[in-house]
């Protein structure tokens, strides 16, 4: 398997984009530097994850907070900020945040239950039921004397 090779921030697309001056760098709009810069492609899971357009210094974060912000429901993927070139924090819509909350949940519980299969920890339908009964209250049904 070869090893993945990430482009710098010091790339081309992203080199222009910061020498211009901050005038002409307001006027466009702050998703444009991400199409200019389409790099490479790497497999985060099942989502693409972009080096141009996912990871940005924690200096701009703060220089475009509000905007940041206001597109992260329309962001694919989360945010990584940087912070003297290494990663420091992630960024995310609360929408991505419960799905990824939820989706550790779950597995959390599968694991757990194929933990009890494996130590011997489970109950068959008919014991589960009387356990269940017993839980709340409720006397086992008699069967009737015609079921014999």
């Given at each position: 398997?070869?090893?993945?090779?990430?482009?710098?921030?010091?790339?081309?697309?992203y080199?222009?984009?910061?020498?211009?001056?901050?005038?002409?760098?307001?006027?466009?709009p702050?998703?444009?530097?991400?199409?200019e810069a389409?790099?490479?492609?790497?497999?985060?899971?099942?989502?693409?994850?972009?080096?141009?357009?996912d990871i940005?210094?924690?200096a701009?974060?703060?220089?475009?907070m509000?905007?940041?912000?206001?597109?992260?429901?329309a962001?694919?993927?989360?945010?990584?900020?940087?912070?003297?070139?290494k990663?420091?924090?992630?960024?995310?819509?609360?929408?991505?945040?419960?799905r990824?909350?939820?989706q550790?949940?779950?597995i959390?519980s599968?694991?757990?239950g194929?933990?009890?299969?494996?130590?011997?920890?489970?109950?068959?339908?008919?014991?589960a039921?009387a356990?269940?009964?017993g839980?709340?209250?409720?006397?086992?049904p008699?069967?009737?004397?015609?079921?014999?």
């Amino acid at each position: 398997m070869g090893k993945a090779v990430y482009r710098s921030r010091a790339s081309a697309p992203y080199a222009s984009w910061t020498s211009q001056s901050p005038a002409s760098r307001a006027s466009e709009p702050y998703a444009s530097r991400a199409e200019e810069a389409a790099g490479p492609r790497y497999r985060a899971e099942s989502q693409a994850f972009q080096t141009a357009e996912d990871i940005i210094p924690i200096a701009e974060l703060k220089a475009n907070m509000s905007e940041i912000v206001r597109q992260l429901d329309a962001r694919p993927r989360p945010l990584v900020v940087t912070l003297n070139g290494k990663p420091a924090a992630v960024v995310m819509s609360p929408k991505e945040y419960d799905r990824l909350a939820y989706q550790s949940r779950f597995i959390d519980s599968v694991a757990a239950g194929l933990a009890d299969v494996q130590a011997g920890r489970t109950y068959d339908g008919e014991e589960a039921v009387a356990e269940l009964l017993g839980e709340l209250g409720v006397k086992k049904p008699r069967r009737s004397r015609s079921a014999k």
